[in-house]
């Protein structure tokens, strides 16, 4: 696309944007939840109380019902990793790992292939 075509497209799509925004701006709707917004805020602001205050003035359960940062926290915790034993059978070597990112099991998988360092795993 050429910088022309692109300019003109963008101004079409500002003109459209600029066309709804005062269609917006006449919508008796939106003055009355603007005029309501301006108010509460007033009223908020003379009592000193928070849009937090106020959710727990109205439903009280609502914040007791969400989960805190901290319990969200928790909750996400990934299980810890069980402990998976490899014995070699040609050496009688063993292996305790969490992981897949041990040296010596590394160099088994590059030795003997994956698919039998599997078979190795003691349950």
Known sequence: MSKLAEF?????????????????????KLQKEIEFEK?????MEAYGKSLRD???????????AAPSRADRGA???????AIKVYRNPHSG??????????????????EYGAD??????QK
Request: hydrophobic letters at 40%; proline letters at 1%; charged letters at 35%.
């Open 8 to 28: 003109r497209a963008a101004e079409k799509a500002l003109a459209e944007q600029i066309a709804h925004l005062e269609s917006l701006k006449n919508d008796d």
């Open 39 to 43: 108010k509460l805020k007033k009223l």
């Open 54 to 64: 106020l959710i727990l003035i109205l439903d009280p359960q609502a914040l007791s």
């Open 75 to 81: 909750k996400t915790r990934r299980r810890e990793r």
């Open 93 to 110: 070597e063993v292996v305790e790992t969490k992981g897949g990112n041990h040296k010596v099991l590394k160099a088994w998988k590059t």
């Open 116 to 121: 039998v360092i599997d078979s190795w795993l």
